[in-house]
């Protein structure tokens, strides 16, 4: 960051450690959206906002959003942000270091006496991550106008998630979709270890991930573990193994490119789950995600093959791997990477191109307007823990680069018209 720069890692330090004081007293840093803590820290944001000299609404789809007009507001909005929920006994950076940035920003420019000629939005997305409705990206869902029509429906804690987007302020029957946001950026920690170890300060990511979800159930003979020979079994649970080693080794075979791929299986059910019992049925689910289409494609075509040739070689039966979810992957805008790249040299930032192997409301903002994110380091890539960590500086650097793309894109936007 230059010596100069307006950023004030201070004020980033103090906003992010206040916010992060918001928890469940006995599970930091806890504060799921659609609770009472949630909407406590939605009261600080929106005090911080106008502080900052935005003005804020809760929008229809429940994101709250500071707005700060432009000299020319008939150009459209620059909008920035990131989400303020957490998981449970989560981190004090993952999505509120971008909240906090987008703040920032907004400061740095009144301090400037500037004034975009686009108008600057700040948001803090409605559950990003998974909420207690079993979805996540609601709000970035809402504005981007992809939200299903069903999901106001799903219940959980008493309330459906209609009753919770009423709680938060807003009003789900309403459209939220958006058609004046012409780029968005968000600032995020990397939740991995790749800044770290090439120690370097910025990530310009060029995709988000496509994630797919696989389901694979093997069914076996339930026997008794301690007279069925060793040959005359029909054991789910071997079988099982050999397929999950199968996955490890396609994804890494995938994953030794450049391109971004990982495999892992996340859930993994077995009955009856008794000591003296061979396994009878394996249910296992496979977390996919890849920056390639024609990657994951590979994966599930490779996938079936090999669980064939080993349900074969066991003589346990398993069932064609089944797609239970498939969202393709989100690249970011070209331009916008352009300007991120230069914003970095700007700021002094020793930076690379990635891709992001987590989702992000980014994936939701890229479908109606341009979009980008941009990468700080976090210690040791750990993210989803009360160990996640991101230094005041690395996210103070970040948000100078951000602040150079903002002013950036608010000069070449007016270009494309």
Same mark, same amino acid.
């Given at each position: ?25 006995? $599970? ?7 609770t ?14 106008q502080?900052?000299?935005a ?9 709250l ?13 620059i909008l ?18 971008? =909240? ?8 740095? /420019? ?5 004034v ?9 997305f /409605?559950?990003?991550? =998974?909420?207690?409705f ?27 998630l ?11 029957f ?12 968000? /600032? ?17 990511v ?14 076996? $003979? ?7 020979p ?52 394996v ?5 996919? $995600?890849?920056?390639l ?22 003589? =346990? ?47 939701w ?36 680069? /951000? ?15």
């Amino acid at each position: 960051m230059t010596p100069n720069s307006p950023i004030r890692p201070d004020r980033i330090e103090a906003d992010i450690y206040a916010l992060a004081a918001i928890t469940e007293p006995d $599970r930091p840093y806890t504060r799921r959206a659609f609770t009472p803590l949630f909407l406590e820290g939605r009261r600080w944001l929106e005090k911080a906002m106008q502080d900052a000299g935005a003005v804020t609404q809760i929008d229809a789809a429940g994101n709250l959003i500071g707005t700060i007009p432009g000299q020319r507001p008939e150009l459209g909005t620059i909008l920035l942000g990131s989400h303020s929920d957490t998981v449970p006994d989560g981190g004090r950076f993952d999505g509120v270091a971008g =909240v906090i940035a987008a703040l920032e920003v907004a400061r740095a /420019l009144r301090d400037q006496g500037a004034v975009l000629a686009h108008t600057l939005e700040i948001v803090d997305f /409605l559950a990003e991550e =998974v909420s207690i409705f079993g979805v996540s990206c609601i709000g970035s869902r809402g504005i981007s106008g992809t939200q299903p029509r069903e999901w106001l429906e799903r219940e959980a804690a008493g309330i459906t998630l209609e009753q919770g987007i009423v709680q938060v302020g807003g009003e789900p029957f309403k459209p939220a979709q958006r058609d004046d946001i012409k780029a968005f950026l968000e /600032l995020h920690i990397e939740q991995g270890p790749v800044l770290q170890n090439e120690q370097l300060d910025v990530g310009v990511v060029t995709a988000i991930a496509g994630i797919t979800r696989i389901e694979i159930v093997v069914e076996g $003979r339930a026997d008794h573990a301690g007279t069925t020979p060793m040959g005359s079994r029909k054991d789910a649970l071997t079988t099982a193994a050999w397929i999950a080693l199968g996955v490890e080794e396609l994804a890494k075979a995938l994953a030794s490119g450049e391109e971004h791929f990982a495999a892992t299986v996340g859930e993994f059910e077995m009955l009856p789950n008794a000591a003296n019992v061979v396994p009878a049925r394996v249910r296992m689910l496979i977390d996919a $995600r890849a920056e390639l289409r024609d990657d994951m494609d590979r994966f599930i075509d490779e996938l079936a093959k090999g669980v064939a040739a080993i349900s074969e070689k066991t003589g =346990v039966g398993a069932t064609e791997p089944r797609i239970i979810s498939d969202n393709p992957p989100t690249p970011c805008d070209a331009d916008v990477l352009d300007v991120l790249d230069a914003a970095c040299e700007s700021a002094g930032a020793r930076h690379r191109r990635m891709a992001s192997g987590a989702g992000h409301d980014t994936a939701w903002m890229a479908r109606i307007a341009k979009a980008a994110m941009i990468f700080v380091p976090c210690k040791d890539g750990r993210s989803h823990s009360p160990d996640e960590f991101a230094t005041v500086d690395d996210i103070a650097l970040g948000t100078a680069v /951000l602040l150079d793309a903002v002013k950036a894109l608010d000069i070449k936007l007016q270009e494309t018209i």
